[in-house]
């Protein structure tokens, strides 16, 4: 670990202005992004007396190797500036408000054709409109009930492509689920309209669709038309299910947010409640570790700058009003940063009385409730990965913590589609962003030992590459110390290059005994990396083997250590096999077009949907050839030659003797 004294910058160079700082590792790595209203004060508060710091922030000072800042000319233009270097870097120690369950949306794709109504979790999709996020038991009986009233298309590509071809609808089109757009029951332009009105009602008009249907069954009922009356009486209750499903807590006019948070000295617990049209349409929320010693103004800051910063800069979600515990720090610039990604005004207020405070307390005791309910699953978890990473460390003697662990993992049938994995754990936790594939091809794949060689050298060989760009662009850059931020640092559009393999890691897992550690070893060594230290656990009786060693290290077999080599060993073979069956598959996936020369992907399936089948293609003149999209004459004439020396060389056979039949 790095003393903070030997990368302290002197007080006299760092400037009194408002900006933005950054800490770096011995890699170059961004491990921290802040802001401050005086740079030198700020940067000044993490040096004069490091044991004082909270433990996370100790860490963090410690495992730097630099400190780098950017001038700017207002605390809005800071603010913005921390957001893009956060979501750029994703540095380790900044405070992160991660969700502390998957949340499932009520999404419509308004950007296909013809838009679909689907449940969506993960990450959010331009062109999507989501409304949420609901219970998964919730969501599933809203989108069927819905269905009834706005039958929007609701089925996959695949099957979608199916019916269109067999001219024939899915179930839900039977049942009146589903307009049938597949078939043409319904134009492109009003099945889109049908999905607006899908959306508008869950965005809260739901009133408007109630009573134009009660007015239609008044006049069906006027008519006599008792059939159709009976319909729209059975969607007027679908509709009122949905609408009466959550109960009243505000006036109907009230769009907005309403958080709460629970904290300690350690972690802090969020929730929120989303209000639309004065009833509660959805909650989330989120658990997070504090870094520093932030206060709950500066908590609830970075929370609202992290939470509309990635749903509303795209998703335009922001309500009118945000209700939060404390006012954020710099509450104006917060305001008028949130205006400008929702486009109009944002109004930031502290509930102190009546139905906003009576609902603010009800989402605090969620926050309570959620915290504890954390840390009852975390403490666990939290003391055996502890546990694990410790028992590891003194089994092996090694010198340095295990922050992070990568394993490596040779799969093959019969040397064949010889492929590898490389998966990352950091902190005893899978880093699954960070894991990577390796095709292995020619004297590389003879054996396993010379696989492991190949994968390490080329794992490595781009973590110098990227090591020795970041030096050039440190360079290039000068010192970086006193940076003034203008339009091309603030510019979010052409966000610097990330290096992929620039963080090295402490300890490297291979699976397999003495040969593949010793290959791997000599990877390294070729390299010239010494930094790195190499273990690998073999299967038969679970051995660590250390490069040039004639015993193993045996682990016992109640060892959290021994656990944690395990699953990442497990991991990476998973990893593995799932690539190399897919290799496999599409090795198997042969066709007569791929050996013609000059003949890719796309104009083979060209070829196909133009002819039907290969046997078309063959049976094809240069001028019927050419009629296919993309196919020119050359290429035509080249397809006929192949497809005829072809003919000529491979023989006609016999299938019931095995004879060669004379032509």
């Not at 134009?212 to 009486?233: F, G, I, N, S, W």
Request: hydrophobic residues 40%.
């Amino acid at each position: 670990m790095a003393n903070p004294a030997s990368y302290r910058p002197k007080t006299g160079e760092i400037p009194t202005n408002p900006g933005v700082y950054r800490f770096r590792d011995p890699h170059g790595r961004v491990i921290y992004v802040g802001k401050a209203k005086s740079l030198r004060s700020r940067l000044n508060s993490y040096f004069a007396n490091p044991a004082g710091l909270l433990p996370k922030t100790y860490a963090m000072v410690h495992a730097a190797s630099s400190v780098e800042w950017t001038v700017v000319g207002s605390e809005l233009e800071s603010l913005q500036l921390e957001y893009t270097w956060i979501k750029e870097f994703k540095p380790r120690f900044n405070v992160v408000f991660r969700d502390d369950k998957t949340y499932p949306y009520l999404a419509v794709t308004m950007g296909e054709k013809y838009p679909r109504v689907q449940v969506m979790r993960g990450d959010k999709r331009k062109g999507t409109r989501y409304f949420g996020p609901y219970t998964a038991g919730a969501i599933r009986e809203t989108m069927d009930t819905l269905l009834r009233v706005f039958p929007v298309r609701s089925c996959s590509a695949g099957v979608f492509k199916r019916a269109e071809a067999s001219g024939r609808p899915c179930l839900l089109g039977y049942i009146d689920k589903c307009s049938a757009p597949c078939v043409g029951r319904i134009s492109p332009d009003d099945h889109r309209a049908l999905a607006d009105d899908f959306c508008a009602f869950m965005g809260g008009e739901a009133k408007r669709f109630i009573n134009k249907l009660e007015k239609q069954m008044a006049d069906a009922v006027a008519k006599l038309d008792y059939e159709h009356a009976a319909r729209l009486r059975d969607d007027i209750a679908a509709l009122r299910k949905v609408f009466e499903r959550n109960a009243v807590v505000l006036s109907e006019d009230t769009d907005a947010d309403v958080f709460a948070l629970h904290e300690d000295e350690l972690e802090a617990a969020v929730q929120v409640f989303h209000v639309r049209g004065g009833r509660i349409r959805g909650q989330r929320g989120w658990v997070v570790e504090k870094v520093e010693d932030f206060t709950t103004p500066d908590l609830v800051e970075h929370l609202l700058q992290q939470v509309y910063g990635e749903d509303g800069e795209t998703h335009g979600r922001l309500p009118r009003e945000v209700l939060v515990p404390v006012a954020p720090s710099n509450a104006e610039d917060v305001a008028t940063w949130l205006g400008g990604i929702r486009g109009a005004k944002v109004d930031i207020r502290v509930p102190q009385r009546g139905d906003k405070a009576a609902l603010m307390s009800t989402v605090r005791e969620n926050a309570e409730h959620a915290l504890k309910l954390h840390k009852t699953r975390r403490a666990g978890d939290i003391t055996v990965r502890s546990q694990a990473l410790q028992e590891l460390q003194e089994a092996l003697d090694l010198p340095v913590p295990l922050l992070r662990i990568e394993c490596f993992d040779v799969s093959h049938v019969q040397g064949t589609n010889v492929v590898a994995s490389m998966v990352v754990v950091e902190d005893g936790l899978p880093k699954k962003s960070d894991y990577r594939k390796f095709s292995i091809t020619g004297p590389a794949a003879s054996d396993d030992t010379a696989a492991m060689h190949d994968v390490l050298t080329r794992r490595f060989r781009h973590y110098l590459q990227d090591k020795s760009a970041q030096v050039d662009e440190s360079l290039l850059a000068g010192d970086g110390k006193d940076l003034v931020a203008g339009d091309a640092v603030l510019d979010t559009t052409t966000p610097a290059p990330k290096a992929k393999f620039a963080y090295p890691p402490n300890l490297v897992v291979v699976d397999g005994g003495q040969p593949q550690v010793n290959a791997a070893a000599r990877a390294l060594a070729d390299l010239g990396i010494d930094d790195v230290y190499v273990v690998g656990l073999a299967k038969r009786l679970e051995e660590v083997w250390l490069p040039d060693s004639d015993f193993p290290v045996i682990l016992p077999r109640t060892s959290q250590g021994l656990y944690l080599l395990q699953r990442i060993r497990d991991e990476a073979h998973r990893f593995a096999i799932t690539f190399h069956r897919q290799k496999r598959g599409k090795a198997m996936t042969v066709s007569a077009l791929d050996a013609v020369p000059g003949l890719g992907t796309s104009k083979r399936k060209a070829l196909l949907a133009h002819f039907g089948s290969v046997k078309g293609v063959k049976a094809a003149t240069v001028e019927e050839l050419s009629e296919a999209k993309g196919i020119g004459p050359a290429l035509a004439g080249a397809i006929v030659n192949h497809f005829t020396a072809e003919a000529v060389s491979v023989p006609a056979i016999n299938m019931a003797t095995g004879e060669i039949i004379e032509t």
